[in-house]
């Protein structure tokens, strides 16, 4: 079955850096990735996502690419603020199959002032 | 709030006993699924049904069981509890399966946290 790898487990920078979390993912049929962000105590929320027909997407200081090739697909958030603070967790699926996601085992990003 | 919503928010129970959670989807929503997530873990698959069927399994346990209702409801049962049940356990609802689009976002419910003494 599908198995999703994700680094660092723990990511601190600061306030302004640039965050990079990187994820590798097993199932080569695997075509949809999201990420979610779940902030302490709250629900996960899915805040990006990329198909596997699209090699990068952007959606404001927030980017993920993704290398079908190599398997594997990272999540890039720039000019951090305090608000970044939150687990990560990225995923991959095979639409088509069955909607199962599976999840990474996350990335606690603190973002230092 | 992502229209999901999960009964009860919190569960304090005894080892050995049973209990049942319960999800409502988004309206519109066809797919619930289930999530255990234990404490400093990431969220572990345990189940979905697709308009009252089972769709697909993860890693769910023997003693765990599910359904999906006509109305599209969700329960979750978990019998012979034990301490290592503990967890928070998420419901989440999409609106089909195996399409393109943004039908395949999963919305999730606020979570029932399950203590197990």
């Known amino acids: 079955g599908e198995n999703v790898e994700q680094h660092p487990s723990t990511l601190s920078v600061q306030e302004g850096d640039s965050a990079v979390i990187k994820c590798t993912y097993s199932d080569s049929a695997s075509n949809y990735f999201p990420w979610y962000k779940q902030e302490l105590g709250k629900r996960p929320q899915l805040i990006i996502d990329i198909r596997s027909n699209v090699g990068e997407k952007k959606d404001q200081r927030i980017a993920v690419t993704l290398n079908k090739t190599a398997k594997h697909f990272s999540l890039h958030i720039t000019e951090t603020q305090p608000e970044d603070s939150a687990v990560y967790f990225c995923a991959a699926s095979m639409t088509g199959r069955d909607d199962k996601i599976i999840f990474g085992k996350g990335t606690r990003l603190h973002i230092l002032p | 709030d992502s229209g999901v919503t999960q009964t009860p928010k919190h569960l304090i129970t005894a080892t050995g006993q049973r209990v049942t959670l319960r999800c409502s989807p988004r309206?519109?929503?066809?797919?619930v699924y289930w999530y255990q997530q234990s404490l400093d873990q990431g969220l572990q698959f345990l189940i979905q049904?697709?308009?009252?069927?089972?769709?697909a399994k993860g890693n769910i346990l023997e003693r765990f069981s599910a359904q999906q209702f006509p109305d599209l409801h969700s329960e979750l049962n978990l019998s012979s509890l034990e301490l290592g049940d503990s967890a928070l356990y998420f419901c989440?609802?999409?609106?089909?399966?195996?399409?393109?689009?943004?039908?395949?976002?999963?919305?999730f419910g606020p979570g029932t946290r399950l203590t197990v003494l």
């Open positions: 989440a609802s999409s609106y089909s399966p195996g399409l393109a689009g943004p039908y395949n976002e999963q919305f």
């Open positions: 049904y697709y308009n009252g069927e089972e769709r």
């Open positions: 309206s519109g929503d066809l797919s």
